[in-house]
């Protein structure tokens, strides 16, 4: 099967606020009015996490399915602490990213544990947005011609 490319097109509002489209549908990304912002949508490192939750979503029934147990549904819940101070540029002893991201997951199943811990390993192995987390991709930022 041939690689799946997936893209956005985003323009500013202002400082803090960018409106993103892809696929016709419209996200609105924005910084709460304790960071400056307007408040009108989540911030990036909350759409990061969101990504993540849909992501094991969709990974997660799948897997249910191939696995021959019925997943009537999930909760997932998801938590990471990042340090501001290099992002807003005061500091290089941090990461500006998430130190470490916390998903707790809780199905709706009759599976026994046994199988929902072999379910949990093939839907961490998976998840293309888990992956991209936890591992380095290369990241090119350029100037627009």
């Known amino acids: 099967m041939a690689d799946l490319k997936f893209s956005i097109k985003a323009k500013c509002e202002n400082p803090t606020k960018m409106v993103v489209n ?14 400056a912002g307007t408040n009108d949508g989540a911030n990036p490192v909350e759409y990061l996490i969101a990504a993540l939750a849909g992501c094991l979503n ?10 021959c147990f019925d997943l009537r549904g999930l909760e997932i819940d998801i938590d990471g602490n990042l340090d501001p101070m290099k992002f807003m540029g005061k500091s290089d002893v941090e990461r ?12 709706d ?37």
């Open 96 to 107: 500006t990213g998430y130190k470490e991201i916390r998903v707790n997951i809780k199905p």
């Open 22 to 35: 892809t696929r016709g549908f419209t996200m609105v990304i924005d910084e709460p009015k304790s960071l």
């Open 58 to 67: 969709v990974v997660a029934h799948m897997v249910a399915k191939e696995m």
């Open 109 to 145: 199943t009759d599976a026994d544990e046994e199988t929902l811990k072999k379910w949990l390993e093939i839907v961490e192995q998976r998840c293309p947005v888990s992956d991209n987390i936890a591992n380095a991709t290369p990241v090119v930022i350029k100037l627009a011609e």
